[in-house]
């Protein structure tokens, strides 16, 4: 599974949205962590089109999961 990312602009982002439209829940959430775990990394190696790009696909996540109804838990990592 590859995280979220949206251009700016983005020519394939309906597609995307619809596909995201279709996951179950769980993977939903998977993806989210995924998308969110990498944004960190690209974050900590100043990676900031990366980042921006994966910034877009976690919005993305929280507008699409907000209209389908269910909440996206951040999981915080231990030290």
Known sequence: MEPLCFDHPDQNRAEK????????????SALFQLTRKEASIAR????????YALTRGLKT???ISGER???LAIRRSSP
């Open 69 to 71: 109804g269910f909440v």
């Open 44 to 51: 900590q190696n100043g990676d900031m089109e990366r980042l």
């Open 17 to 28: 949205e619809a596909v995201l439209q279709s996951l179950d829940p769980t993977a939903f």
């Open 61 to 63: 996540l929280q507008r």
